[in-house]
């Protein structure tokens, strides 16, 4: 699997840290060429350089930032092969208090964002001869629920609906659209709030840890691959099987 990934260019929005840093970390020991967009350019390039890729300014919010970015990419890298599109925020608001703007923000990042991403990237994966794109959702949205977070359970919902036309659209070109549904991951985020906070969530978890950032990395790594040419529209939940439990019980019970 990981062989066909060799050579392939490949970008990952949101890359600098977090799940797209795990995602551009197996890319890259794929093989593949990565780039990686974010907002803050010292840290995208700080990441690219450990990876050996290169690092890019980029706003997912802003078209014409994303047009620039994936055109450095493919000069750079000689075209684009797979879009990884990753880059997502979930500032927490209770529902009675959130405000139209907190609403917007989380939309016009995760959501529209992932519209725009591919928008950007779609003129030079049309020219490619194994056209990826693999979306960043969620468990929280499409399945599950978590107080605090209705527009961000909104956007990873709303990634997949997308998901399930664009994948129509653009099945002419070769190019297959499938999306990841991470659980709970270990990131730099979730290690600052201490072992004690990570051990009561992975009490909560079939397999009794978090996920690793590579976690997520391997799965996307298998639907950009040749071998997932014939896979499209799907998605993939890794989270240790935490969805499955019908309660507390059902866990103590095993
Ligand atoms: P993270 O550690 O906070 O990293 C977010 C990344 O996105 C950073 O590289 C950040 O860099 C970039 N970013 C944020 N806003 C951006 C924008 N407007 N334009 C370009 N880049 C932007 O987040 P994470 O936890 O890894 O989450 C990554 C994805 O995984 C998200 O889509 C999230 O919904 C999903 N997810 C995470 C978990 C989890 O447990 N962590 C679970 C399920 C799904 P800059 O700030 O420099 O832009």
Redesign the pocket.
């Known amino acids: 699997m990981s062989s066909s990934l060799r050579g392939r260019s490949v970008v990952v929005?949101?890359?600098?840290?977090?799940?797209?840093k795990g995602i551009a970390r197996v890319f890259a020991g794929a093989g593949a060429k990565v780039a990686i967009?974010?907002?803050?350019a010292d840290?995208?390039e700080a990441a690219a350089r450990e990876l050996g890729g290169i690092g890019i300014a980029?706003?997912?919010?802003d078209l014409s930032s994303l047009e620039g970015a994936m055109a450095e990419a493919a000069r750079h890298h000689g075209g684009l092969d797979v879009l990884c599109a990753?880059?997502?925020?979930?500032p927490p608001a209770k529902l009675e208090e959130m405000t139209g703007e907190q609403w917007d923000e989380v939309i016009d990042?995760?959501l529209k964002?992932t519209f725009l991403s591919v928008k950007a990237a779609l003129p030079y994966l049309k020219k490619s001869d194994q056209g990826r794109i693999v979306i960043?959702?969620?468990?929280?949205g499409p399945i599950t629920g978590y107080p605090g977070w209705t527009h961000?359970g909104a956007t990873?919902a709303g990634q997949l609906g997308f998901m399930r036309t664009a994948c129509i659209e653009l099945a002419k070109y070769g190019i297959t659209v499938n999306a990841v549904m991470?659980?709970?991951?270990v990131?730099?985020?979730?290690a600052g709030m201490g072992e004690e906070y990570q051990r009561t969530m992975a009490a909560s978890v079939p397999l009794k840890r978090l996920g690793s950032?590579e976690d997520i990395g391997h799965a996307a790594l298998y639907f950009a691959s040749k071998e997932a040419g014939y896979v499209t529209g799907q998605t993939i939940i890794v989270d240790g099987g935490q969805i499955l439990p019908e309660s507390l019980e059902a866990l103590a019970q095993a």
């Open positions: 929005t949101g890359g600098s840290k977090g799940i797209g967009i974010a907002r803050h840290r995208a980029g706003d997912v919010t990753n880059a997502g925020i979930f990042t995760n964002g960043t959702s969620s468990i929280t961000y990873k991470p659980g709970n991951i990131t730099e985020g979730l950032v």
